[in-house]
């Protein structure tokens, strides 16, 4: 009779301590969606308002940085420095042709929109020291040698040339033009021209000017379809401002990018990154008041969203901020090759005002000997490895396409997203050409110009500057991290 009771009190506890454990769990899930309820009710879901940066993180396809280093080492060690270099007279002013002609297309007109106006800088502003003698020259002392060497070059050809036909010439001058443009990856504009003009780029900064449509589409339908190596099999266009493709959408798309040899993938992926840094300068400038005559420029989250947020991308923004980062790894790179071409004391970076050249090539060597001791870059010497001549076959391919890309510019409607798109194009270009001349870097005189590798001012600036706007793009990706956390 006691076993009987004692078995039956047992079987009561068990039962209790179940249906316990029952309602416990019961409640913590009834609060718990409660407060999912509630969140989402009140908008103040966190992972929605990060949807843009949630997958923003870790290592880089193709190399061995990841993201969270660069934020910091862009942030903090490059981007006040890079601001403080480009405000400096040297840096400020780009020579540039506005007015060459669409090579590829008839010209649709010029934007009518006030916003994309560039204003030239008179003569009369831009120190004496740019604006006199040659173009390639940059520093007091090049000037000179320069100068001499040309005067041997002119007697010494002047000997020869007695003997020489006009068409023997003409195809002597063809040849020398030809062999100084074999290391070029961009159409650089003839600063002789008489179309060509001084901007002063602190005064015509890159934002929204609401240039968008055909003309737009057209542009970037043409880099992408026509110059990023896309394979026949792939149909669907791979311009971002394409309409929506229905299946075909998506991450998933991207299978057959994995398909391409590394240096069609790094053409890919730094026009994309381009492309991307070009939209984060237009949703951190844009314009959101007219005002009374005085129009208000500042961050647009939602143009942000639109562009980047997976939801409104089909899961393909983040791939495209993925993609900023490594374009500014690329660039990163080269900063720190030609670091040994600016430490020599024949470079100075020469406007004429002695003083302001000092603080000028200080500051410069400061970012490069940051670029030079980043830890984390990455290795060209991964590019055009194999068999040297299909290697050196694939090596001019890369180089021609986007040579092109850089003649595409000149079909920009807007005249200031034509200014911003040749200068950031050109500064990548300067970039390639420098990663790709290790050995002519390695081999330089140290007081006097070089021959095997030179870099015209106009090089000069378009790099610094080109970099200067990615450094930028990094640092607005943060403030629009901080801005998304401030909506909720």
Known sequence: MIKITVQIAGLLVLLWLLAGDFVLGWFHNTQRKTQQNEQFLAGDSEGEDQSCFCHLTGVLDDCFCDIESIDVFNNFKIYPSIQKLTDRDFFRYYKVNLKRPCPFWPDDGHCSIKDCHVEPCPESKIPVGIKSGNYNKYSLAANTIKDMEECEQAHELGAINSTLSNQSKEAFE???????????????????????????????????????????????????????????????????????RGDDDGEAFYNWLEGLCLEKRVFYRLISGLHS???????????????WGKPVWGPNVNEFRHRFDPAETKGEGTRRLKNLYFLYLIELRALSKVASYFERAIVNLYTGNAQEDSVT????????????????????????????????????????????????????????CRLWG???????????????????????????????????????????????????????????RTLLKDQR
Not at 219 to 233: A, G, L, M, Q
Not at 277 to 291: K, P, Q, R, T, V
Request: glycine fraction near 4%; proline fraction near 5%; charged fraction near 25%.
């Open 174 to 244: 063809d040849w020398a033009r030809h062999d100084d443009a074999q290391d070029h990856f961009c159409e650089l504009d003839d600063e002789t021209s008489p179309d060509a003009e001084y901007v002063d780029l602190l005064l015509n900064p890159e934002r929204y000017t609401g240039y968008k449509g055909p003309s737009a589409w057209r542009v970037w339908n043409s880099i992408y379809e026509e110059n990023c190596f896309k394979p026949r099999s792939v149909y669907r266009p791979l311009n971002p401002l394409a309409p929506s």
């Open 277 to 291: 840094s070009i939209n984060i300068h237009l949703c951190a400038e844009y314009l959101l008041d007219e005002g």
């Open 361 to 416: 090539k200080d500051l410069l060597m400061q970012i490069l000997n940051e670029a030079k001791n980043f830890p984390m870059h990455f290795d060209e010497r991964s590019m055009f490895a194999g068999h040297k001549i299909e290697a050196k076959t694939l090596k001019e391919e890369f180089r021609l396409h986007f040579k092109n890309i850089s003649r595409i510019m000149d079909c920009v409607g807007c005249s200031k």
């Open 422 to 480: 040749k200068l950031q194009t050109q500064g990548l270009g300067t970039a390639l050409k420098i990663l790709f001349s290790e050995n002519e870097i390695k081999n330089l005189p140290e007081h006097s110009p070089s021959k095997g590798f030179q870099l015209t001012r106009q090089e000069i600036v378009a790099l610094l500057n080109g970099f200067g706007r990615l450094s930028t793009s990094i640092k607005e990706l943060h403030n629009f």
